[in-house]
């Protein structure tokens, strides 16, 4: 199994690298948790529908911890974490949270490891191949 890439070209009006030619990872499937838990089920002794409860319960866990300020950290994945956006103030004393923190989103550190040569690689795709796609086709819709 391999990623596929596409060649894209950059075109915005200002960049200073416009006209270089970039690849660009294409994701055309997605797999869901149905899935997942299909797969999962086939390689161990746990039912399906139980996959199914305990990924659930995972996904809820996950959304009280993070909301709860913490970090989660799953062992051989990564870590994930909230973080915010927020306007700048010319001094301290003038900062609103309420009107200057305009967003919250999730960050994931995934696990790495250092190997002989000092080199990180992320546990999550180590061994990963990368090819050019063929043929680009749109994006599935999750069903």
């Not at 994701?27 to 399906?48: A, F, H, M, N, Y």
Request: aromatic share 8%; hydrophobic share 35%.
């Amino acid at each position: 199994m391999s990623i596929k890439y596409r060649m894209y070209q950059d075109n915005r009006k200002n960049s200073k690298r416009k006209g270089y030619w970039y690849a660009r990872a294409v994701s055309p499937d997605v797999v869901g948790v149905k899935e997942l838990s299909q797969r999962i089920s086939e390689r161990c002794t746990v039912t399906e529908p139980d996959i199914l409860a305990v990924i659930s319960a995972l996904v809820f866990e996950m959304n009280q911890v993070l909301k709860g300020g913490n970090r989660v950290k799953l062992d051989g994945l990564g870590t994930f974490r909230v973080s915010i956006h927020s306007q700048g103030v010319e001094h301290a004393k003038d900062f609103n949270p309420q009107k200057d923190i305009y967003g919250a989103h999730v960050l994931f550190a995934p696990t790495v490891t250092v190997d002989a040569t000092r080199r990180r690689i992320k546990n999550l795709i180590s061994g990963l191949r990368i090819q050019e796609a063929v043929k680009y086709d749109a994006p599935k819709s999750a069903g």
